[in-house]
């Protein structure tokens, strides 16, 4: 592993980003919003190397482009260079490669998924039917579901009408600035979930909750983004927590 560029700095955050742009920046926007500051020397030191030009990660999966791990990997370096300690990568699809970039990289890193998992274990009741939007990719891979302890959860997934119609679009509007209409197309895809029972929602894109947060959502939602930015800051609290005064 190459030698940090500078002296380390205590509870270095590296976001491995750009995967897509906007999702990037809302994961630093919530990466804020979950500290707890009263001044900017407390907030989390962060690096972010948000490199758009990854290539597409669904069109890997399905095998009809190229694979995007080394140019994560490469982006990744970036960051371990500059110092990080810790990586994280806001793109749900990404953690397709999680288990490579971590080997190759060599830092420790916390993966989205699990941390979405993990809240929406915690806010579930007994037998509660959770609802989960995310890509094609995603839901083919099997990301979330096949990463549920057994028993935990049971998931409410769109059907591959609703995928197409609603969920598949509205990502791709989302990327595409295209706010109001993303909105609309996945408010509707959330609420075809509600009316088959859905008590929550997981938004596992994301590019989702930049549209459809709790405010907007027919459904209380459990945010990937957010739950990894909460991770983050305590990782980076408890690090600088252990330097000496």
Request: net charge neutral.
């Amino acid at each position: 592993m190459p030698a940090p560029l500078h002296a380390p700095v205590p509870g270095l955050l590296g976001v491995l980003g750009g995967m897509g742009p906007l999702a990037t920046a809302d994961f630093m926007h919530k990466l804020v919003q979950a500290t707890p500051a009263a001044v900017d020397q407390d907030h989390v030191p962060l690096l972010v190397s948000s490199i758009p030009q990854v290539p597409d990660r669904s069109a890997a999966f399905r095998g009809e482009g190229v694979s995007p791990l080394a140019a994560m990997v490469d982006s990744g370096r970036r960051l371990v260079r500059a110092g990080a300690g810790l990586l994280v990568m806001p793109c749900n699809t990404a953690h397709l490669w999680f288990d490579d970039v971590r080997q190759a990289l060599g830092v420790p890193m916390l993966h989205l998924v699990d941390a979405a998992i993990a809240d929406a274990i915690a806010a579930a009741d007994t037998d509660a039917r959770i609802g989960l939007l995310a890509t094609e990719t995603t839901l083919a891979s099997g990301l979330y579901v096949g990463r549920t302890p057994p028993g935990a959860l049971h998931w409410v997934l769109p059907t591959v009408a609703e995928m197409a119609d609603w969920v598949t679009p509205g990502i791709a509007a989302v990327k595409a600035g295209r706010l109001a209409r993303g909105g609309e197309l996945l408010m509707l895809a959330a609420q075809a979930l509600a009316r088959r029972g859905a008590s929550a929602l997981v938004l596992g894109c994301t590019e989702i909750p930049i549209v459809l947060d709790a405010a907007r959502s027919p459904l209380p939602v459990i945010d990937a983004t957010a739950a990894l930015a909460r991770r983050c800051v305590a990782w980076s609290q408890a690090e600088r927590a252990l330097q000496p005064a």
